[in-house]
């Protein structure tokens, strides 16, 4: 038995298995071929498709490179915000520099509150990693204000310019080379610019123009011109802290230094220091200045408003007249007209003056200069901005009249409040005055006429005549008082027609003089020549002048008393030496007394007519002393008429003439009485001659006496 684990095969089972074993090696040498060709087959075919398909292998980096990139990114953090990211398409490093070379770059620069970005491309950037600093050769475009999150809406702000500095720490962007730009204030052009991200301000160095845009697109900008200009961006200002100049249309501002305040990034107002600014039209010129001008636009981009303070001044030009205001303080205001300002209106505050200079034209009589003082001046234009409408103080106020004009008066008002009326051409139509006192200087005066007259009035209303542009009437209500020179008059209400030069006197009128005076409801006065009428309850006192020495008394009401009269008329002409009265007419001298419906006074010739219903009263002088001294005689005389002439002392009565003395009473058709100087300078009835029926009574107690006759004389 075989041992265990061991087994016996028949030869032939051999056999059979040697032979099957030969077959099936050949069949496995077969296989094994087939695969290795197979292998063989894919591995080629592999091997020449990635030949085919296989990237280039990178060039060898140059050897003053450290590193080569593509699709380079570099991006700094504070925290888990992004501050900066620069990408680029491609980046190279320099071996020795340690600068990198980038190209096709685009700089993110991330503001405070992460919701927006600017953002900054050029075609080739050097960027010096180690200093964070990167600099563009080339053209280099800024985008600013970009949302992280959303798309631009609206209009991207753009800036455009060359030789750019930027750092990457601080996100500032700075230029020395020309830049223009697209703002929201505006577009526009500087050599120079500085941005800074983090404090969202534009510095323009040099060279600036700007072009303001409006609040309403498509309005007409402002045109911006300055050596140095910062914009605000988060405070909406823009600063200009070299001298400035900004233009629209005929609209010019010059300032030595502004600053320019935006409403949703458009132009809304000009705060200007060491200003001055005009407004040029073809028959209009506007010219302001201030130490600080405030203008306010509104949506067109017109100016609405001027505020100027510490020393204005307003010049206005038009083809009839210069007028010049300084104050303080002005507020200007103006209303639009075909896209541009027109100046509405102007108020001056603080020591304002306001002067007014015609311009010659030819056939035109040359207007006076007008002189305007107050506290506060308003001015108002008529529509279109060429010409004054009214001019009006709001506090005490002085204007004056100065003529240009050979033989014409210059004339001072002053009043509470002043109105001025303007017509057509700036010519002055009316002035009225509350509170008003005036001052008149005569051109044309004669030896001894005062130099100037003057009135008060609670009103006062002027009107001018349109053709000569002088005052025409002057009208003054309410306590009016006048002075010139020694005469004096005062009244309820008071018209003076300057043509005539005539005063008149209504409602309690009185004029005096150290020669007399006059009381009416009604006085009219003559300028020229002193005259006047009285009418309405006159009521005058005449003073005598001072008899010459050696002259006689001119006795009847012509001496040196003082005479007074009541009237319902009167007249006073050639200095008063000829009055005038009518209307039961009573004068009386001391104790004598004459009643008439008609006097006429003569002083110069010493003459003296009366008419109508004649009563003269007289009484003779006191004579004797002491114990001796007899009560003075009066005589009464009546008549129609009377005629008194003082050189011959004669007294001529005519038209039932009655004489009464005493006991004695004359009657007749005529009387002519005779007075005596006595020797005091007094004067007394000396003697009468009657004649035509003569009638003569003379009554004693228990008797009478009667005489008749053609002709009877008396004699004291």
């Not at 992004?82 to 398409?89: E, G, L």
């Not at 209504?506 to 009285?534: C, H, K, M, V, Y």
Request: charged share 30%; proline share 5%; aromatic share 6%.
């Amino acid at each position: 038995m075989p041992p265990l684990g061991t087994f016996s095969v028949p030869r032939r089972t051999l056999a059979m298995l040697n032979v099957r074993m030969r077959r099936i090696r050949w069949f496995l040498l077969t296989v094994l071929v087939v695969l290795i060709a197979a292998l063989a087959a894919t591995y080629h075919f592999q091997r020449q498709f990635r030949q085919r398909h296989a990237a280039e292998p990178p060039p060898p980096i140059p050897e003053n490179l450290s590193a080569a990139a593509q699709d380079w990114t570099y991006t700094q953090m504070d925290g888990d915000r992004p501050v900066v990211t620069v990408s680029a398409r491609s980046f190279e490093q320099s071996r020795q520099e340690g600068v990198i070379d980038l190209t096709g770059v685009e700089l993110k620069l991330y503001h405070r509150d992460g919701e927006a970005y600017d953002r900054a491309r050029s075609a080739r950037v050097s960027f010096d990693r180690s200093a964070g600093l990167l600099y563009s050769e080339g053209e280099v475009e800024v985008a600013m204000g970009l949302p992280v999150e959303d798309k631009p809406a609206g209009r991207i702000l753009m800036i455009r310019s060359s030789g750019v500095r930027f750092d990457a720490r601080s996100g500032k962007a700075e230029t020395d080379r020309a830049a223009s730009f697209e703002l929201d204030l505006g577009r526009g052009e500087a050599v120079g610019a500085v941005y800074d991200p983090a404090a969202r301000e534009l510095i323009l160095k040099r060279a600036v123009t700007l072009l303001m845009n409006p609040r309403r697109k498509g309005a007409k900008p402002m045109r911006l011109e300055t050596e140095n200009l910062i914009y605000r961006e988060r405070e909406s200002e823009v600063w200009l802290n070299t001298p400035c100049r900004l233009t629209r249309g005929g609209t010019t501002l010059q300032a030595a230094s502004a600053i320019v305040r935006l409403r949703e990034g458009a132009l809304e107002m000009v705060e200007a220091f060491k200003a001055s600014g005009a407004d040029s039209a073809p028959n209009r010129k506007l010219q302001y200045a201030a130490a600080e001008l405030r203008l306010f636009f509104d949506e067109e981009g017109t100016v609405r408003k001027i505020e100027g303070s510490n020393g204005a001044t307003l010049n206005l030009t038009s083809p009839t007249a210069r007028t010049a205001v300084s104050s303080d303080r002005m507020d200007l205001e103006f209303a639009p007209e075909n896209g541009e300002s027109v100046l509405k209106q102007a108020l001056a505050m603080g020591n304002t003056r306001a002067e007014s200079f015609p311009i010659a034209r030819p056939n035109v009589p040359v207007a006076d200069t007008r002189l305007l003082r107050s506290e506060v001046v308003e001015v108002v234009m008529r529509p279109g901005g060429e010409e004054m409408a009214r001019m009006a103080t709001h506090a005490p106020g002085a204007i004056e009249f100065i003529p240009n004009r050979p033989g014409l008066s210059r004339r001072l008002l002053e009043g509470e409040r002043i109105t001025i009326e303007f017509a057509a051409g700036n010519r002055v139509q009316s002035c009225v005055a509350l509170n008003a006192s005036t001052r008149t200087w005569k051109a044309q005066r004669r030896k001894g006429d005062p130099e100037f007259a003057s009135t008060r009035s609670d009103m006062l209303t002027a009107l001018f005549d349109p053709k000569t542009n002088q005052l025409s009437r002057l009208e003054q209500s309410g306590g009016f008082r006048y002075e010139e020179g020694a005469r004096r008059a005062l009244a309820e209400r008071a018209a003076l027609d300057a043509g005539l030069n005539q005063i008149l006197l209504e409602g309690n009128a009185r004029a005096w003089d150290p020669t007399g005076s006059t009381s009416a409801d009604r006085i009219q006065l003559d300028q020229r020549t002193s005259d006047f009428d009285a009418e309405g309850n006159v009521r005058s006192t005449r003073i005598p002048e001072k008899k010459k020495p050696g002259a006689g008394s001119q006795a009847m009401l012509l001496g040196e008393e003082t005479l007074q009269a009541t009237a319902r008329k009167m007249r006073s002409a050639n200095g008063q030496s000829v009055v005038h009265y009518e209307g039961g007419v009573t004068l009386w001298q001391g104790p004598n007394r004459l009643r008439a419906d008609v006097v006429a006074l003569d002083r110069k010739n010493e003459t003296l007519d009366a008419r109508g219903n004649v009563y003269s009263h007289f009484i003779d002088r006191q004579k004797g002393d002491g114990a001796k001294r007899r009560p003075p005689a009066s005589t009464t005389v009546t008549a129609q008429e009377l005629s008194y002439t003082g050189k011959e002392r004669l007294a001529w009565y005519k038209g039932e003439v009655r004489l009464q003395r005493a006991e004695l009473e004359i009657r007749s058709r005529q009387l002519r009485a005779w007075f005596r100087e006595d020797s005091d300078g007094g004067s007394s009835l000396d003697r009468a001659f009657a004649s035509g029926a003569v009638e003569i009574v003379h009554r004693k107690p228990g008797r009478v006496r009667r005489g008749t006759g053609e002709e009877a004389e008396y004699y004291i």
